[in-house]
């Protein structure tokens, strides 16, 4: 089945305690992508992929950083999470050009 | 840099109305739209694509349009049912480079049976 996961679901930390989000997709997809989701500001890129090695900054890239050394994976890496990083994070993925996104299930992330 | 409106922000109609969602962006320069639904607390489900080339896409009871000119897409929804409540998303894909893309902050729709 053609799917985007996310690890972990759900995770609750404290401050300065660096963390990793995982992201993966199956479907042999250039272009990855990390969103956060918050009430009334909507989704937001924070990074994007558009292939091995290549990343670039969305709209909202500051307190995070992301590799891209397999194709298939795109982790997201929080060096030193703080209270306004508590979001819902979404992982995408497309084929090149003008495709469809797929998107992961979502990380709700809570940062105390 | 890219804007993407979506109005009304919140919709109630009955069960078996025809409606329309409207989504509006300030930069014509873009690959595709794509209309997405989101439940509450789940991830985001895609509906329709449109390519910057074409007017409209059709599936099911589903028709999205895009004026790429006037910076406008709708998403019309046939017969709606309690099922089609959910928040209703659009998003480009601008073109250029770096190929970013922007959501618009959503319709939440209830259909009230």
């Known amino acids: 089945e053609a799917q985007v996961t996310q690890n972990p679901r759900y995770l609750i930390t404290v401050t300065g305690k660096k963390l990793t989000v995982t992201c993966s997709q199956n479907?042999?997809?250039?272009?990855m992508s990390w969103y956060r989701q918050d009430p009334g500001l909507g989704l937001r890129q924070i990074y994007y992929?558009?292939?091995?090695?290549?990343?670039d900054k969305g709209d909202v890239p500051e307190g995070y950083k992301v590799s891209r050394k397999e194709k298939r994976n795109f982790p997201l890496i929080l060096e030193s999470p703080s209270p306004n990083q508590t979001s819902l994070y979404f992982c995408?993925?497309?084929?090149?050009?003008?495709?469809?996104?797929?998107f992961g299930p979502g990380t709700r992330l809570t940062v105390t | 840099k890219q804007e993407v409106t979506q109005i009304p922000a919140a919709l109630s109609v009955p069960e078996g109305e025809n409606l329309v969602l409207n989504c509006s962006f300030t930069?014509?320069?873009?690959?595709?739209l794509q209309w997405f639904r989101q439940d509450p607390g789940k991830g985001l489900t895609s509906l329709l694509l449109?390519?910057?080339?074409?007017r409209e896409q059709t599936s099911g009871r589903l028709n999205a349009s895009l004026d790429k000119s006037s910076g406008r897409s709708t998403l019309y929804i046939a017969a709606s049912q309690p099922g089609d409540s959910a928040t209703y998303l659009c998003?480009?894909?601008?073109?250029?480079?770096?190929?970013?893309?922007?959501f618009g902050t959503g319709t939440k729709l209830q259909v009230i049976p």
């Open positions: 479907m042999n997809h250039e272009y």
């Open positions: 998003a480009v894909l601008n073109s250029g480079g770096y190929q970013k893309v922007t």
């Open positions: 992929s558009m292939n091995v090695e290549v990343t």
């Open positions: 995408a993925s497309r084929s090149g050009g003008g495709y469809e996104q797929y």
């Open positions: 449109i390519q910057s080339s074409q």
């Open positions: 930069d014509s320069a873009i690959y595709n």
